[in-house]
């Protein structure tokens, strides 16, 4: 599965595709898109929604994962946080993909068994995982990798219920109509 | 001056066109574009985007004018109301429109003469600005209404310097000379 991790900030909004399935990953690319604090923001979003178009249309992700903003990380630039992760998700949208949010903590889960590691023991386990000699640098980059495959290998709750019940195999039918007999419907 | 005027929020995003110079205005239009909280976040952008997008094509502002979102107002729905605002601003500077931002404060200001008029009072000044006999409705469009009233009397600071500069009559050439050599330049 291919996914497109996306940092969202206004200054540097990192990006990170990975090709990956639960247990293994490879990178695809890395980078950010930087806006220059001096432009309005409407014109800086507007630059952010350039990237993401750029980078959906020539990589054809197949679903974003975006990292969850809240109001409770830093009141100073919450705001503009949240404006570039809506933009991420209008582009995502309009590109007909699913759109899936992770806290850091979820992040950090997935990728090292503890939603409590630091920024240092993320990135060598990214290192590790992707069979890099450096983590993707700036930081942002690294971060939307880190958060693609934290996607590619959790997945959301409901994809993981689907593919339970798909994997389930069904009972026979002898024991469907034993059981419908037990809740009186045969 | 027609202006757009914004109240951002991912339910109900208001909307009202006003055209106004300082002092008088009229009202071209109000309303809503609404979104159900059920659907994913990403397609309620993508909607309010094609809403914004067939107002702006159809009428035409010159200006948008969107409510200043704090992350201190409402922690609950901030991330929200900061990425419909980031969409609205997408939309105008798509459009090659300036954004412009005027707190609640500011806006109750323009129309009543006090920052802290309450919702009351606003709106019976703005029935009495448009010559209307009932408020624009639901409160999201009369918010937007005011808001658009708002910029088009008050406009931005920057802007009023322009205006306060260009009518400012130029000194005499003779004048000018004296000041340059005041000024050790002649």
């Given amino acids: 599965m291919l996914v497109l991790g996306v940092d969202p900030g206004l200054t540097r909004c990192g990006l990170g595709a990975v090709d990956g399935t639960p247990g293994r ?10 806006t220059p604090a001096g432009l309005d923001t409407s014109r800086r979003l507007l630059a952010i929604e350039a990237g993401l178009e750029e980078w959906i249309r020539r990589l054809r992700p197949e679903v974003v994962a975006i990292e969850r903003v809240f109001a409770q990380h830093n009141l100073m630039t919450v705001v503009g946080t949240a404006q570039a992760a809506g933009v991420a998700m209008l582009v995502a949208a309009r590109h007909g993909l699913n759109v899936y949010q992770h806290t850091p903590s979820e ?3 997935a990728i090292t068994g503890s939603g409590r590691a630091d920024k240092q023991q993320v990135g060598q386990m990214v290192c590790r995982i992707l069979h890099l000699d450096v983590a993707p640098s ?7 990798v880190a958060l693609a495959i934290c996607h590619a290998w959790r997945g959301t709750a409901a994809e993981r219920l689907e593919e339970a019940v798909a994997a389930t195999p069904r009972p026979p039918r002898s024991w469907q109509a034993v059981a419908a007999v037990r809740r009186g419907l045969a």
Same sequence: chains 1, 2.
Avoid: F, M, N, T
């Fill in 25 to 34: 990953a490879s990178l695809v690319e890395a980078g950010v898109i930087r």
């Fill in 107 to 109: 992040v950090k889960a």
């Fill in 138 to 144: 700036p930081a942002d980059a690294a971060d939307a």
